[in-house]
């Protein structure tokens, strides 16, 4: 995490090389490569490329976006956010002017179901082919949404990434798709296995047939609020649905260990056995994303996607580019 991904990056051991070789494409083999293709594609850093006019922008503008997130929370199936609350409306437009007009228009089965292919000259993850674009609000708040996918939605990908999405709503998770990126992600703490706005399977059906929520933008907040209420539960300390993330998650873990343990509570909190231990694994999870956000402020998510600000990811590159001189 925070650009700590440069220690696999940078090793001088033959397994680690290796490993990166099948992970990443052949253009990001060493820290010379990422530097190198940053140092072109990014404006300088994260923040100048968001605030930059149209003609600075290309499709590699994105692609160096997503590796900008993925250096700053390197993840093998995952979702990020990137904040444009700070930006004017019209820099905004001029973001998705250029989605627009470098990319292509597509489907998509997230968030507002409607996104942009930067496919083209997309090889950063081996066996990922796809980079997905959507322009978002959360509670009237902005943000660019970037997700590496399998297969494009073209006609070569359409067959494969239907297969993806239907395991997909069957498992809760998609399919796999580069076996040496999964076993880092099991192996590594640099890595997380899954960090993605789709729901896990028990947290939808809490959603669905507990909490009675349904939609692809139900908020996490909106969830506890329901559930605290519908099952009684009071956290030690008073703490408001809209508090820091971090409070809220704590917690959330609090409604955990009271809904695992035996005992009467259990039977209370786990509203006589329709809140499943799959359900409360999932809470577990959102928990624990919730305690890793701002601990002084609040952030809208929706399940377990990354939301980070420019500043933050910004901070990740620098350490993550000064990592061999620092070391």
């Not at 624990?288 to 399940?303: E, H």
């Amino acid at each position: 995490m925070n650009g700590k991904i440069a220690v696999l990056i940078n090793s001088s051991l033959e397994a680690d090389k290796e490993t990166v070789n099948l992970v990443f494409g052949p253009r990001f083999r060493s820290l010379a490569d990422w530097r190198g293709f940053l140092r072109v594609n990014l404006n300088g850093s994260v923040r100048s490329l968001l605030a930059a006019p149209e003609p600075r922008w290309s499709v590699k503008s994105f692609h160096a976006l997503y590796i900008a997130c993925w250096v700053h929370h390197p993840v093998e199936k995952g979702s990020f956010m990137i904040d444009l609350g700070h930006l004017s409306a019209q820099q905004r437009d001029v973001i998705c002017s250029a989605m627009k007009k470098y990319c292509s228009s597509r489907r998509s089965s997230h968030l507002g179901k409607h996104g942009y292919s930067a496919s083209q000259g997309w090889n950063f993850l081996n066996n990922y082919h796809e980079l997905l674009l959507q322009y978002e609000e959360t509670l009237g708040h902005p943000y660019l949404f970037l997700k590496a996918e399998g297969h494009t939605t073209g006609i070569t990908g359409v067959v494969p990434h239907l297969l993806s999405w239907v395991h997909k709503k069957v498992t809760g998770e998609g399919k796999e798709v580069s076996p040496k990126l999964n076993e880092l992600a099991k192996s590594n703490p640099l890595l997380a296995r899954r960090a993605a706005e789709n729901f896990a399977k028990g947290y939808e059906a809490l959603l669905e047939d507990v909490l009675k929520l349904s939609g692809t933008k139900v908020m996490v907040h909106q969830a506890l609020e329901k559930l605290f209420s519908i099952t009684g539960f009071r956290a030690r300390t008073n703490v408001s649905i809209t508090a820091p993330n971090a409070e809220l998650g704590e917690a959330l873990q609090q409604y955990c260990e009271f809904a695992t343990n035996p005992g009467p509570m259990k039977v209370t909190y786990t509203l006589d056995g329709k809140i499943t231990p799959k359900m409360i694994e999932d809470l577990k999870a959102i928990a624990q994303a919730l305690k890793a956000d701002s601990d002084s402020k609040f952030v809208p998510r929706v399940f377990l996607e990354v939301r980070a600000t420019p500043v933050e990811i910004d901070g990740s590159i620098d350490a993550f580019c000064n990592y061999d001189v620092a070391a």
